[in-house]
């Protein structure tokens, strides 16, 4: 039997401008994961198990373009793994689908390193990425590779498309609340959307993008320097920013405030965006109330995850 788990991610700032090419920092949270277990099994074929998207089922009765299918297919096919062996898989995470913590990232880096062991046939990191990066296009569109990169190293990340992959020191242990508006909101619309407002008016809105690259550039310089507060700041900027992209939405706008109001330092959505999840940065003491005000407010639910 081989396993491998792979954890959520939060995107600290810069998203949607980084599918633009402006860098962005993203930050793994490993108080949720996908895990995976591979087996053998003494009947013909591959039999799927992922109770938390309900699914029960053959391999060969699932669509071909079904995501864990394709990780599966395309897989097997990159590392001639043909005729397919006769195997269980066993999916369970607790990220929530559709909420901006990277799920189908995670469940494909967990997917990908379980299977290519099974197959005695272990991938390296860089490979894992390259791969899971190729998945993420089919079902994201024009994404940037941002959450497959950070899901796969588990890393902090400054993250620039195209660029090599930079991690980053932190000055002073941060305290993020994370909290679920409940409402799922898949990421390749949002991302959508932004493009159609970028290709009617490029001039306008690489200049946003700009000035979302300034505030990720400052973002990595605080944390390194340890000015917490400084980086309260910047996420206010960088949720203004993303209101004018049309990614933020009602609730989003609402609880934002609700955190800002108990205390937080600093808070914006994090990721697609429209539902999902938003983070607010605290100080350790205040993590507790933020948390509450955020729950009684509304939030399906709330992580509190430190950075070091
Ligand atoms: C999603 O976590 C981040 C986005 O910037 C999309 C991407 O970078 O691929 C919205």
Same mark, same amino acid.
């Given at each position: 039997m081989t396993t491998s788990s792979?954890?959520?991610?939060?995107? %600290?700032?810069?998203?949607?401008? $980084?599918?633009? +090419?402006?860098?962005?920092?993203?930050?793994?949270?490993?108080?949720?994961?996908?895990? $995976?277990?591979?087996?053998?099994?003494?009947?013909?074929?591959?039999?799927?198990?992922?109770?938390?998207?309900? %699914?029960?089922?053959?391999?060969?009765?699932?669509?071909?373009?079904?995501?864990?299918?394709?990780?599966?297919? /395309?897989?097997?096919?990159?590392?001639?793994?043909?005729?397919?062996?006769? %195997?269980?898989?066993?999916?369970?995470?607790?990220?929530?689908?559709?909420? *901006?913590? +990277?799920? +189908?990232?995670?469940? !494909?880096?967990?997917?990908?390193?379980?299977?290519?062991?099974?197959?005695?046939?272990?991938? !390296?990191?860089?490979?894992? /990425? *390259?791969?899971?990066?190729?998945?993420?296009?089919?079902?994201?569109?024009?994404?940037? +590779?941002?959450? /497959?990169?950070?899901?796969?190293?588990?890393?902090?990340?400054?993250?620039?498309? *195209?660029?090599?992959?930079?991690?980053?020191?932190?000055?002073?242990?941060?305290?993020?609340?994370?909290?679920d508006t409940g409402i799922s909101a898949p990421t390749k619309e949002s991302v959508g959307d932004v493009r159609k407002l970028w290709e009617a008016d490029q001039k306008r809105w690489e200049k946003v993008f700009d000035e979302v690259a300034d505030i990720s550039f400052a973002a990595r310089r605080v944390i390194e320097e340890g000015w917490i507060t400084m980086l309260g700041v910047l996420m206010d900027e960088n949720h203004a920013l993303l209101q004018q992209m049309t990614v933020s939405s009602p609730e989003l706008d609402r609880l934002v405030e609700v955190a800002r109001k108990a205390g937080a330092l600093g808070a914006k959505l994090s990721g697609g965006g429209r539902g999902g999840n938003l983070i607010a940065l605290v100080d350790p003491k205040m993590a507790e109330d933020v948390s509450v005000s955020l729950k009684e407010a509304g939030a399906k639910n709330t992580i509190v995850t430190q950075v070091s």
């Amino acid at each position: 039997m081989t396993t491998s788990s792979a954890p959520g991610k939060i995107i %600290l700032c810069g998203e949607h401008a $980084v599918v633009y +090419g402006r860098p962005a920092l993203a930050i793994p949270v490993t108080q949720v994961h996908a895990d $995976v277990q591979v087996s053998s099994r003494a009947r013909a074929g591959i039999w799927i198990d992922a109770p938390d998207v309900n %699914l029960h089922a053959e391999l060969n009765t699932l669509a071909s373009d079904h995501p864990i299918a394709s990780v599966i297919n /395309n897989l097997f096919f990159l590392l001639h793994a043909v005729p397919f062996p006769n %195997l269980e898989i066993k999916i369970d995470s607790t990220i929530p689908v559709a909420s *901006g913590l +990277g799920s +189908g990232a995670a469940v !494909t880096v967990a997917l990908t390193r379980a299977l290519s062991s099974y197959l005695n046939h272990p991938l !390296t990191d860089e490979e894992v /990425n *390259g791969f899971a990066y190729e998945i993420e296009k089919l079902y994201h569109g024009t994404p940037s +590779g941002i959450d /497959n990169t950070v899901v796969t190293y588990a890393k902090p990340v400054y993250f620039a498309k *195209g660029q090599p992959i930079e991690t980053f020191k932190v000055g002073a242990l941060f305290t993020i609340v994370i909290a679920d508006t409940g409402i799922s909101a898949p990421t390749k619309e949002s991302v959508g959307d932004v493009r159609k407002l970028w290709e009617a008016d490029q001039k306008r809105w690489e200049k946003v993008f700009d000035e979302v690259a300034d505030i990720s550039f400052a973002a990595r310089r605080v944390i390194e320097e340890g000015w917490i507060t400084m980086l309260g700041v910047l996420m206010d900027e960088n949720h203004a920013l993303l209101q004018q992209m049309t990614v933020s939405s009602p609730e989003l706008d609402r609880l934002v405030e609700v955190a800002r109001k108990a205390g937080a330092l600093g808070a914006k959505l994090s990721g697609g965006g429209r539902g999902g999840n938003l983070i607010a940065l605290v100080d350790p003491k205040m993590a507790e109330d933020v948390s509450v005000s955020l729950k009684e407010a509304g939030a399906k639910n709330t992580i509190v995850t430190q950075v070091s």
